[in-house]
């Protein structure tokens, strides 16, 4: 997948300090926890709340940072946990627990966050579980396939992981979307007829003008139920 680049206009922004660059990130050498350290910081600039501060649940049931993380994983949560867990051991983040032990608290290892936490050492403070999200507005993301996946077939295994992703560089966002579509809506929740699927698209075309490129990103709806023989459709059923 590639990035199409920065439209035009005026875009919300997130102002980062110079010491993230100069200091910070020449120390981090782990890809997870750089992308959950910069995820934190745009998430906490964009609180309104005092102090500011993301929960361990927020985290987790964030689709963008999930899908982050999910490119370099088949767990995304148990990068999230290692990611967070380095940034507290480098002192980028503070780490606070509830009184029962059950919710996670993180604050940016600043004045202000180290005051918010000293406040709730002291009883002063108490800080409530939350799932806000941003305020800024961002894109619909598109799912990557580990997700698809999970979604619509189950409990991701490492064996086919490799596999997975080498459909992700191989085919368009698009066609993979609509293979998963069509195995649902045909009831056949089952990798080897996605493949299957993808696979004579890219060979035959899809009969909607796309042509028969893998990466072709011109068509998109064209479902139709009869690419299989009910023969086909038997076999491609079996797990």
């Known amino acids: 997948m590639t990035f199409s680049g920065f439209p035009s206009g005026r875009l919300a922004q997130t102002p980062l300090p110079d010491l993230l ?10 890809l997870g926890e750089l992308k959950v350290t910069l995820h934190i910081l745009w998430l906490l600039y964009h ?5 500011r501060y993301v929960t361990l649940q927020e985290l987790l049931a964030d ?13 995304p949560k148990a990068a999230i ?16 627990r509830s009184p029962d032990g059950q919710n996670h608290f993180y604050l940016l290892n ?5 005051r918010a936490a000293e406040r709730v050492e002291l009883g002063e403070l108490q800080l409530r579980g ?12 598109r799912p990557n396939i580990f997700v698809l996946y999970e979604q619509n077939i189950g409990l991701l295994q490492p064996i086919i992981a490799e596999e997975l992703q080498d459909a992700e560089r191989t085919y368009s966002p698009e066609w993979i979307e609509d293979a998963f579509r069509l195995a649902v809506e045909n009831n056949v929740r089952n990798w080897k007829y996605i493949r299957r699927i993808l696979e004579r698209w890219a060979v035959e075309g899809r009969g909607d003008g796309t042509g028969t490129q893998a990466r072709s990103r011109g068509g998109d709806k064209a479902r139709d139920k009869t690419w299989y023989t009910e023969e086909e459709s038997r076999k491609y059923i079996q797990r």
């Open 21 to 30: 660059f100069s200091e910070l990130i020449p120390q981090v050498d782990d």
């Open 130 to 141: 939350s799932q806000a999200q941003p305020e800024a507005a961002v894109p619909a993301a």
């Open 110 to 114: 600043s004045p202000q966050g180290r």
């Open 47 to 51: 609180k309104t709340d005092s102090p």
């Open 81 to 96: 946990e290692a990611g967070l867990q380095k940034a507290v051991s480098r002192g980028t983040l503070l780490h606070l």
């Open 63 to 75: 689709s963008t940072l999930v899908r982050s993380v999910g490119a370099l994983t088949p767990s």
